[in-house]
């Protein structure tokens, strides 16, 4: 945080935030629940100059649990019709 001009860089585990603006309402996470290491920032904390920067869309779907199965899903999509496309070679089937 710079103090002199009051700006704030916002590390999350997936990169560095673009920007964020005061209807994110960030705020400053006390007690146990700020506990680094518990959840896996340390990484973002030491390194968060050399982190990519990124939208807050695509953090929250890196990080989302709905996000990461719809990337899933479309994996296995694209390695169905990959293998579906070698079969049909192989039969001698045209596309």
Do not use: F
Not at 3 to 32: E, P, T
Not at 65 to 86: A, C, D, I, N, P
């Amino acid at each position: 945080m710079n103090k002199g001009r009051s700006q704030v860089r916002v590390a999350v585990k997936c990169g560095l935030l673009k920007s964020w603006y005061a209807y994110h309402r960030l705020g400053r996470v006390s007690g146990k629940s700020n506990d680094v290491a518990l959840n896996g920032l340390t990484d973002a904390l030491n390194g968060w100059e050399s982190m990519k920067v990124i939208s807050e869309r695509e953090a929250a779907r890196k990080s989302s649990l709905v996000g990461v199965k719809e990337r899933q899903g479309q994996l296995q999509h694209k390695l169905m019709q990959l293998l579906q496309s070698r079969s049909n070679l192989l039969l001698g089937v045209s596309p």
